[in-house]
Protein backbone atom coordinates (compact mmCIF):
# COMPACT_ATOMS: atom_id res chain seq x y z
CA UNK A 1 0.00 0.00 0.00
CA UNK A 2 1.49 3.37 -1.42
CA UNK A 3 0.13 5.88 1.42
CA UNK A 4 0.37 9.38 0.02
CA UNK A 5 -2.43 11.47 1.76
CA UNK A 6 -4.29 10.71 5.08
CA UNK A 7 -7.30 10.43 2.51
CA UNK A 8 -5.75 8.75 -0.23
CA UNK A 9 -4.77 4.97 -0.42
CA UNK A 10 -3.91 3.61 -3.61
CA UNK A 11 -2.68 0.21 -4.11
CA UNK A 12 0.58 -0.43 -6.33
CA UNK A 13 -1.00 -2.67 -8.42
CA UNK A 14 -3.71 0.16 -9.19
CA UNK A 15 -0.46 2.47 -10.18
CA UNK A 16 1.00 -0.54 -12.27
CA UNK A 17 -2.40 -0.63 -14.25
CA UNK A 18 -2.64 2.81 -14.97
CA UNK A 19 -2.28 4.74 -17.91
CA UNK A 20 0.18 7.06 -18.89
CA UNK A 21 -2.37 9.91 -18.16
CA UNK A 22 -3.81 8.37 -15.55
CA UNK A 23 -1.07 8.61 -13.36
CA UNK A 24 -0.29 12.42 -14.45
CA UNK A 25 -3.59 12.84 -12.93
CA UNK A 26 -2.80 11.39 -10.12
CA UNK A 27 0.18 12.93 -9.36
CA UNK A 28 -1.11 16.21 -10.31
CA UNK A 29 -3.70 16.09 -7.70
CA UNK A 30 -1.30 14.58 -5.20
CA UNK A 31 1.10 17.67 -5.49
CA UNK A 32 -1.53 19.87 -5.68
CA UNK A 33 -3.10 18.64 -2.16
CA UNK A 34 0.27 18.52 -0.85
CA UNK A 35 1.78 21.56 -1.64
CA UNK A 36 -0.57 23.83 -3.96
CA UNK A 37 2.25 23.53 -6.24
CA UNK A 38 1.53 25.47 -9.72
CA UNK A 39 2.15 22.54 -12.44
CA UNK A 40 3.76 23.68 -15.85
CA UNK A 41 0.88 24.27 -18.26
CA UNK A 42 1.49 21.69 -20.64
CA UNK A 43 1.53 19.30 -18.35
CA UNK A 44 -2.24 20.96 -16.51
CA UNK A 45 -3.86 21.07 -20.20
CA UNK A 46 -2.71 16.95 -20.89
CA UNK A 47 -4.48 15.90 -17.37
CA UNK A 48 -7.52 18.30 -18.20
CA UNK A 49 -8.89 18.18 -14.74
CA UNK A 50 -11.21 20.72 -13.50
CA UNK A 51 -9.56 23.17 -10.99
CA UNK A 52 -10.59 23.70 -7.73
CA UNK A 53 -9.79 27.50 -7.29
CA UNK A 54 -11.36 28.54 -3.78
CA UNK A 55 -13.42 27.77 -0.87
CA UNK A 56 -15.14 29.75 1.43
CA UNK A 57 -17.42 29.31 4.64
CA UNK A 58 -20.23 30.81 6.42
CA UNK A 59 -21.81 29.82 9.60
CA UNK A 60 -25.72 31.24 9.51
CA UNK A 61 -27.39 30.23 12.90
CA UNK A 62 -29.09 26.61 11.68
CA UNK A 63 -26.85 25.83 8.48
CA UNK A 64 -23.02 25.84 7.35
CA UNK A 65 -22.37 27.26 3.76
CA UNK A 66 -19.19 25.91 2.00
CA UNK A 67 -18.72 27.44 -1.72
CA UNK A 68 -16.09 25.65 -3.88
CA UNK A 69 -14.86 27.74 -6.72
CA UNK A 70 -14.49 25.89 -10.18
CA UNK A 71 -12.82 26.49 -13.75
CA UNK A 72 -16.23 25.01 -14.91
CA UNK A 73 -19.19 23.14 -13.61
CA UNK A 74 -18.73 19.49 -13.23
CA UNK A 75 -20.68 16.32 -11.18
CA UNK A 76 -20.45 15.66 -7.77
CA UNK A 77 -21.77 13.01 -5.01
CA UNK A 78 -22.53 13.76 -1.40
CA UNK A 79 -21.99 10.66 0.71
CA UNK A 80 -23.30 10.99 5.01
CA UNK A 81 -21.41 8.47 7.30
CA UNK A 82 -21.91 8.12 10.79
CA UNK A 83 -19.85 6.73 13.98
CA UNK A 84 -18.70 9.36 14.08
CA UNK A 85 -20.64 11.50 12.49
CA UNK A 86 -18.98 12.43 8.91
CA UNK A 87 -20.03 14.30 5.45
CA UNK A 88 -18.35 13.20 2.47
CA UNK A 89 -18.20 15.71 -0.73
CA UNK A 90 -16.58 13.95 -4.07
CA UNK A 91 -15.97 16.72 -6.86
CA UNK A 92 -15.64 14.61 -10.25
CA UNK A 93 -12.93 15.48 -12.83
CA UNK A 94 -11.19 17.67 -10.64
CA UNK A 95 -7.92 19.06 -8.93
CA UNK A 96 -7.45 20.82 -5.53
CA UNK A 97 -6.09 24.51 -6.12
CA UNK A 98 -6.61 24.79 -2.66
CA UNK A 99 -6.25 22.36 0.65
CA UNK A 100 -9.26 22.44 2.21
CA UNK A 101 -7.86 21.67 5.67
CA UNK A 102 -5.85 24.65 5.83
CA UNK A 103 -8.55 26.89 6.31
CA UNK A 104 -9.10 28.61 9.35
CA UNK A 105 -12.12 28.71 10.95
CA UNK A 106 -14.88 28.50 13.64
CA UNK A 107 -18.15 26.63 13.32
CA UNK A 108 -20.67 25.21 15.13
CA UNK A 109 -21.46 21.82 12.64
CA UNK A 110 -18.22 21.30 11.62
CA UNK A 111 -15.04 20.10 13.64
CA UNK A 112 -12.60 19.52 11.41
CA UNK A 113 -11.85 19.68 7.04
CA UNK A 114 -9.80 17.07 5.50
CA UNK A 115 -9.46 16.03 1.92
CA UNK A 116 -7.62 13.80 -0.30
CA UNK A 117 -7.80 12.35 -4.27
CA UNK A 118 -9.39 8.40 -3.31
CA UNK A 119 -9.19 7.94 -7.34
CA UNK A 120 -7.57 9.26 -10.09
CA UNK A 121 -9.61 12.72 -10.92
CA UNK A 122 -11.84 12.75 -8.06
CA UNK A 123 -11.36 15.61 -5.17
CA UNK A 124 -12.62 14.51 -1.69
CA UNK A 125 -13.57 16.64 1.07
CA UNK A 126 -14.06 15.25 4.16
CA UNK A 127 -15.99 17.24 6.82
CA UNK A 128 -15.92 15.82 10.06
CA UNK A 129 -19.37 17.05 12.33
CA UNK A 130 -20.11 17.89 15.86
CA UNK A 131 -23.75 17.56 15.09
CA UNK A 132 -26.15 15.33 12.85
CA UNK A 133 -26.81 17.74 9.33
CA UNK A 134 -29.30 17.53 6.55
CA UNK A 135 -26.96 18.44 3.31
CA UNK A 136 -27.92 20.14 0.33
CA UNK A 137 -25.85 20.89 -2.32
CA UNK A 138 -26.21 22.59 -6.29
CA UNK A 139 -24.37 24.30 -8.80
CA UNK A 140 -23.97 27.59 -10.21
CA UNK A 141 -23.10 28.57 -13.49
CA UNK A 142 -20.11 31.45 -14.33
CA UNK A 143 -21.74 34.80 -14.36
CA UNK A 144 -19.77 37.85 -14.89
CA UNK A 145 -17.23 37.90 -12.85
CA UNK A 146 -18.51 34.86 -10.84
CA UNK A 147 -16.82 31.83 -11.05
CA UNK A 148 -18.65 28.58 -12.01
CA UNK A 149 -19.24 27.48 -7.94
CA UNK A 150 -20.24 24.53 -6.06
CA UNK A 151 -22.75 25.17 -3.15
CA UNK A 152 -22.92 22.61 -0.13
CA UNK A 153 -25.24 23.60 3.00
CA UNK A 154 -25.10 21.48 6.07
CA UNK A 155 -28.10 21.69 7.94
CA UNK A 156 -28.58 21.18 11.33
CA UNK A 157 -30.72 18.82 12.15
CA UNK A 158 -30.18 18.49 16.03
CA UNK A 159 -29.87 20.90 18.47
CA UNK A 160 -32.73 23.44 17.14
CA UNK A 161 -34.38 25.86 19.18
CA UNK A 162 -38.24 25.30 19.39
CA UNK A 163 -40.07 28.17 17.97
CA UNK A 164 -43.85 29.02 18.60
CA UNK A 165 -46.17 28.24 16.14
CA UNK A 166 -47.70 31.30 13.71
CA UNK A 167 -50.14 32.09 15.67
CA UNK A 168 -51.57 35.55 14.98
CA UNK A 169 -53.53 37.39 18.00
CA UNK A 170 -57.10 38.51 16.76
CA UNK A 171 -59.51 41.31 17.19
CA UNK A 172 -57.06 42.00 20.63
CA UNK A 173 -59.19 45.05 22.74
CA UNK A 174 -57.18 48.19 22.99
CA UNK A 175 -55.92 47.13 26.53
CA UNK A 176 -54.25 44.55 25.64
CA UNK A 177 -52.37 45.27 22.26
CA UNK A 178 -49.53 43.95 21.38
CA UNK A 179 -46.30 45.83 20.19
CA UNK A 180 -46.36 46.68 16.27
CA UNK A 181 -43.69 44.40 15.13
CA UNK A 182 -40.93 45.82 12.52
CA UNK A 183 -39.27 43.15 10.40
CA UNK A 184 -36.03 44.84 9.41
CA UNK A 185 -34.26 42.92 6.31
CA UNK A 186 -30.52 43.57 5.63
CA UNK A 187 -29.98 42.84 2.01
CA UNK A 188 -27.51 40.31 0.58
CA UNK A 189 -25.26 38.43 3.18
CA UNK A 190 -22.93 35.53 3.10
CA UNK A 191 -21.82 34.30 -0.40
CA UNK A 192 -23.63 37.19 -1.79
CA UNK A 193 -22.06 40.60 -1.25
CA UNK A 194 -24.11 42.90 -3.13
CA UNK A 195 -22.81 46.12 -4.32
CA UNK A 196 -19.36 46.60 -3.46
CA UNK A 197 -17.55 50.51 -3.32
CA UNK A 198 -14.27 51.39 -4.91
CA UNK A 199 -12.41 51.47 -1.45
CA UNK A 200 -14.13 47.93 -1.31
CA UNK A 201 -17.49 48.51 1.23
CA UNK A 202 -19.49 45.82 0.65
CA UNK A 203 -23.40 47.00 0.37
CA UNK A 204 -23.98 43.46 2.90
CA UNK A 205 -21.78 44.72 5.28
CA UNK A 206 -23.20 48.63 5.43
CA UNK A 207 -27.24 47.28 5.25
CA UNK A 208 -26.59 44.61 8.03
CA UNK A 209 -25.05 47.77 10.47
CA UNK A 210 -27.33 49.97 9.99
CA UNK A 211 -30.15 47.61 10.15
CA UNK A 212 -28.78 46.58 13.51
CA UNK A 213 -28.49 50.88 14.42
CA UNK A 214 -32.49 50.61 13.11
CA UNK A 215 -33.29 47.18 15.76
CA UNK A 216 -31.88 49.45 18.44
CA UNK A 217 -33.79 52.40 18.00
CA UNK A 218 -37.13 50.74 17.25
CA UNK A 219 -36.76 48.23 20.32
CA UNK A 220 -36.23 51.79 22.33
CA UNK A 221 -39.45 53.11 21.47
CA UNK A 222 -42.37 52.11 23.74
CA UNK A 223 -45.25 49.77 21.86
CA UNK A 224 -42.49 48.75 19.46
CA UNK A 225 -40.35 45.99 18.94
CA UNK A 226 -37.59 45.10 15.92
CA UNK A 227 -36.97 41.50 13.91
CA UNK A 228 -33.79 41.14 11.71
CA UNK A 229 -34.45 38.39 9.23
CA UNK A 230 -30.23 38.03 9.32
CA UNK A 231 -27.99 38.69 12.57
CA UNK A 232 -23.97 37.93 10.96
CA UNK A 233 -22.86 37.43 7.59
CA UNK A 234 -24.84 34.40 5.99
CA UNK A 235 -27.11 34.31 2.91
CA UNK A 236 -31.07 34.27 3.10
CA UNK A 237 -33.09 33.46 -0.04
CA UNK A 238 -35.59 36.01 -0.99
CA UNK A 239 -38.29 33.74 0.12
CA UNK A 240 -37.34 33.09 3.45
CA UNK A 241 -36.98 36.49 4.51
CA UNK A 242 -40.88 36.99 3.77
CA UNK A 243 -41.14 34.28 5.75
CA UNK A 244 -39.41 35.58 8.73
CA UNK A 245 -41.33 38.62 8.42
CA UNK A 246 -44.59 36.18 8.29
CA UNK A 247 -43.23 34.09 11.31
CA UNK A 248 -43.14 36.97 13.46
CA UNK A 249 -46.50 38.44 12.06
CA UNK A 250 -44.81 41.93 11.05
CA UNK A 251 -46.82 44.75 10.86
CA UNK A 252 -44.34 46.39 8.46
CA UNK A 253 -41.28 44.87 6.60
CA UNK A 254 -38.65 47.44 5.52
CA UNK A 255 -35.22 46.16 3.81
CA UNK A 256 -32.33 47.65 3.00
CA UNK A 257 -29.54 47.84 0.18
CA UNK A 258 -27.04 49.98 -0.62
CA UNK A 259 -27.25 51.15 -4.72
CA UNK A 260 -24.85 50.82 -7.79
CA UNK A 261 -24.63 52.52 -11.65
CA UNK A 262 -21.81 52.51 -13.99
CA UNK A 263 -21.86 56.49 -13.63
CA UNK A 264 -19.72 57.82 -10.28
CA UNK A 265 -21.85 60.28 -10.63
CA UNK A 266 -25.15 58.47 -9.29
CA UNK A 267 -25.92 59.59 -6.07
CA UNK A 268 -28.72 59.63 -3.41
CA UNK A 269 -31.34 58.16 -1.25
CA UNK A 270 -34.94 56.14 -2.60
CA UNK A 271 -37.79 53.93 -0.96
CA UNK A 272 -39.40 51.90 -3.03
CA UNK A 273 -42.67 49.76 -2.84
CA UNK A 274 -43.77 47.09 -4.81
CA UNK A 275 -45.22 48.18 -8.25
CA UNK A 276 -48.90 47.26 -9.17
CA UNK A 277 -47.49 45.19 -12.13
CA UNK A 278 -44.86 43.55 -9.88
CA UNK A 279 -48.21 42.20 -7.34
CA UNK A 280 -48.84 38.39 -7.98
CA UNK A 281 -52.28 37.00 -9.00
CA UNK A 282 -54.63 36.88 -5.91
CA UNK A 283 -54.98 32.77 -7.40
CA UNK A 284 -50.60 32.83 -7.38
CA UNK A 285 -50.26 34.84 -3.87
CA UNK A 286 -52.64 32.46 -1.97
CA UNK A 287 -50.81 28.88 -3.77
CA UNK A 288 -47.39 31.10 -2.44
CA UNK A 289 -49.17 30.94 1.38
CA UNK A 290 -50.18 27.54 0.72
CA UNK A 291 -46.93 26.12 0.24
CA UNK A 292 -45.07 27.88 3.35
CA UNK A 293 -45.40 26.53 6.81
CA UNK A 294 -48.13 24.24 5.85
CA UNK A 295 -50.36 27.47 4.88
CA UNK A 296 -52.33 27.57 8.70
CA UNK A 297 -51.53 31.48 7.51
CA UNK A 298 -54.17 34.12 7.94
CA UNK A 299 -55.38 37.30 5.63
CA UNK A 300 -57.04 39.95 7.44
CA UNK A 301 -58.28 37.82 10.41
CA UNK A 302 -59.35 34.74 8.02
CA UNK A 303 -57.73 31.63 7.61
CA UNK A 304 -57.51 30.80 4.07
CA UNK A 305 -58.37 26.65 4.60
CA UNK A 306 -61.99 28.37 6.53
CA UNK A 307 -62.85 29.86 3.04
CA UNK A 308 -64.05 27.69 0.55
CA UNK A 309 -65.34 29.28 -2.33
CA UNK A 310 -62.42 30.33 -4.91
CA UNK A 311 -63.83 33.48 -6.07
CA UNK A 312 -64.47 34.85 -2.23
CA UNK A 313 -60.56 33.79 -1.21
CA UNK A 314 -59.29 35.76 -4.68
CA UNK A 315 -61.17 38.56 -3.81
CA UNK A 316 -60.32 38.60 -0.08
CA UNK A 317 -56.55 38.26 -1.10
CA UNK A 318 -57.06 41.04 -4.22
CA UNK A 319 -58.24 43.24 -1.22
CA UNK A 320 -56.12 42.57 1.30
CA UNK A 321 -52.78 43.18 -1.57
CA UNK A 322 -54.57 46.55 -2.54
CA UNK A 323 -54.68 47.44 1.27
CA UNK A 324 -50.78 46.63 1.69
CA UNK A 325 -49.95 48.49 -1.19
CA UNK A 326 -52.37 51.56 -0.37
CA UNK A 327 -50.37 51.46 3.18
CA UNK A 328 -47.10 50.73 1.56
CA UNK A 329 -47.28 54.15 -0.08
CA UNK A 330 -47.96 56.18 2.81
CA UNK A 331 -45.20 54.62 4.98
CA UNK A 332 -43.02 55.16 2.03
CA UNK A 333 -43.81 58.76 2.43
CA UNK A 334 -43.20 58.53 6.08
CA UNK A 335 -39.78 57.30 5.41
CA UNK A 336 -38.54 60.01 2.60
CA UNK A 337 -39.59 62.67 4.74
CA UNK A 338 -37.77 61.83 7.57
CA UNK A 339 -34.39 61.59 4.70
CA UNK A 340 -34.82 64.44 3.09
CA UNK A 341 -33.89 66.12 6.91
CA UNK A 342 -30.66 63.85 7.36
CA UNK A 343 -27.72 66.11 6.40
CA UNK A 344 -25.47 65.12 3.33
CA UNK A 345 -28.41 63.19 2.15
CA UNK A 346 -29.44 63.68 -1.35
CA UNK A 347 -32.66 61.98 -2.23
CA UNK A 348 -32.29 60.11 -5.99
CA UNK A 349 -36.20 60.01 -6.35
CA UNK A 350 -38.46 63.02 -4.45
CA UNK A 351 -41.58 60.27 -4.61
CA UNK A 352 -42.01 56.44 -3.28
CA UNK A 353 -40.72 54.80 -6.65
CA UNK A 354 -42.85 51.56 -7.33
CA UNK A 355 -40.67 48.20 -9.05
CA UNK A 356 -41.02 44.34 -8.84
CA UNK A 357 -38.50 43.72 -6.11
CA UNK A 358 -39.65 39.84 -5.08
CA UNK A 359 -38.90 40.82 -1.39
CA UNK A 360 -41.50 43.01 -1.55
CA UNK A 361 -44.30 40.56 -2.33
CA UNK A 362 -45.56 39.23 0.81
CA UNK A 363 -49.49 40.20 0.22
CA UNK A 364 -50.37 41.29 3.80
CA UNK A 365 -47.76 43.29 4.86
CA UNK A 366 -46.74 46.96 3.93
CA UNK A 367 -43.15 46.35 2.59
CA UNK A 368 -40.71 48.78 1.54
CA UNK A 369 -37.07 48.54 0.17
CA UNK A 370 -35.04 51.94 0.96
CA UNK A 371 -31.56 52.37 -1.58
CA UNK A 372 -29.37 54.26 1.19
CA UNK A 373 -26.75 55.41 -0.91
CA UNK A 374 -24.70 54.66 -4.09
CA UNK A 375 -21.66 52.75 -3.17
CA UNK A 376 -19.98 53.51 -6.51
CA UNK A 377 -20.08 56.82 -6.00
CA UNK A 378 -16.89 57.69 -3.73
CA UNK A 379 -18.35 60.05 -1.71
CA UNK A 380 -21.70 58.64 -0.74
CA UNK A 381 -19.43 55.23 0.06
CA UNK A 382 -17.00 57.00 2.61
CA UNK A 383 -20.27 58.60 4.40
CA UNK A 384 -22.30 55.34 4.52
CA UNK A 385 -19.11 54.23 6.19
CA UNK A 386 -19.15 56.09 8.82
CA UNK A 387 -21.04 55.60 12.32
CA UNK A 388 -22.28 59.18 12.47
CA UNK A 389 -24.44 58.63 8.94
CA UNK A 390 -25.15 55.16 9.81
CA UNK A 391 -26.81 56.49 13.18
CA UNK A 392 -28.94 59.62 11.35
CA UNK A 393 -29.82 57.24 8.77
CA UNK A 394 -31.09 54.55 11.43
CA UNK A 395 -32.81 57.70 13.84
CA UNK A 396 -34.70 59.16 10.47
CA UNK A 397 -36.20 55.44 9.08
CA UNK A 398 -37.19 55.08 13.10
CA UNK A 399 -38.75 58.60 13.13
CA UNK A 400 -40.92 57.75 10.21
CA UNK A 401 -41.52 54.38 11.23
CA UNK A 402 -43.03 55.56 14.34
CA UNK A 403 -44.92 58.41 12.61
CA UNK A 404 -46.83 55.80 10.44
CA UNK A 405 -47.50 53.25 13.10
CA UNK A 406 -48.84 55.52 15.40
CA UNK A 407 -51.34 57.38 12.40
CA UNK A 408 -52.26 54.04 11.50
CA UNK A 409 -53.27 52.74 14.93
CA UNK A 410 -51.24 50.07 14.78
CA UNK A 411 -49.52 50.89 18.01
Same mark, same amino acid.
Given at each position: ?122 ? $? ?5 ? *?? =???? @???? !?? &?? +? /? ?114 ? $? ?5 ? *?? =???? @???? !?? &?? +? /? ?127
Amino acid at each position: MINLNPVLDIDKEDVVNMTPIQRRKVLKGIILSMGGLILPPSFAQAARLNRITDIRMWTAPDHTRVVFDLERNTQHQVLQLRNPSRLVLDIMDSAAGIDPATMGFSDAIVNRIRSGIPRPGVV $RTVFELK *TG =VRPR @SFLL !KA &SG +D /KPSRLVLDLVRTKGKSKTPGNKPVIHESASKRRDAVIVIDPGHGGIDPGAVGANGTKEKDVALQVAKRLARKIDSMDGFKAKLTRKGDYFVSLRKRVSVARKHQADLFVSLHANAF $RLQSARG *TS =VYML @SEGG !KP &SP +D /KAIRRLEQRENSSDLIGGVKLSHVSDPTVRGILMDLTQRDSLNRALVYGKNLLGELKAVPRVNIHFKNVKQAGFAVLKAPDMPSILVEMAFLTNKKEERLLSTDSHQNALAAALASGTKKFVKSSGLA
